[in-house]
């Protein structure tokens, strides 16, 4: 008899992970300011320099005291890096910037970028996150697998949820 595909429970999370991550996806759900400037500054390599904050504003058609809030926000609760009060100054740490950031982890990336998305990625957000965050299905696909096998996360209909001690203390 054939091994089944299904057997291990890591090939069984997988076969439930990639349905829920990379389906045909419905359209694309608006992002908030929040994930839409933290791409902008993956986009930027992850500073935006303060020659540059005036596209972040602009593209995002967010107003000054609400991007200091997002990068103060970011900066407070271990995102980023630096001053949020000087403009240019604050980096995105490695894990938050991206899976190809040089020191990062592709899977504390992934973590990191859902605990700052709220700790949860519906198939509606899929495009607009995963992809400007630096995964593929490729990518994504099993690392997301083996978390629902190690019940870090679950999948809940048609969004992956991060369990509450991963949500509130991130992955080593």
Not at 21 to 32: D, H, K, R, T
Not at 86 to 107: I, N, Q, S
């Amino acid at each position: 008899m054939a091994p089944s595909l299904f057997r291990s429970a890591s090939a069984r999370a997988l076969a439930i992970a990639a349905p829920i991550v990379f389906a045909a996806l419905p359209a694309a759900a608006e992002l908030s300011n929040a994930d839409s400037v933290a791409i902008y500054f993956r986009l930027e390599s992850c500073t935006v320099a303060a020659d540059r904050v005036g596209g972040v504003l602009f593209a995002n058609e967010i107003e000054q005291a609400e991007y200091d809030a997002i990068v103060a926000d970011m900066v407070a609760r271990g995102f980023a890096t630096g001053d949020p009060t000087t403009p240019g100054a604050v980096t995105l740490t490695p894990d938050f910037c991206g899976p190809a950031t040089e020191g990062a982890d592709p899977r504390r990336s992934l973590v990191q970028m859902l605990r700052f998305h709220g700790c949860a990625l519906s198939r509606a957000d899929t495009p607009n996150l995963l992809v400007p965050s630096g995964f593929t299905p490729d990518s994504a696909g099993p690392i997301i697998g083996a978390m629902i096998a190690a019940g870090e996360a679950t999948p809940d209909g048609d969004v992956l949820r991060l369990s509450e001690e991963v949500c509130a203390n991130g992955v080593e």
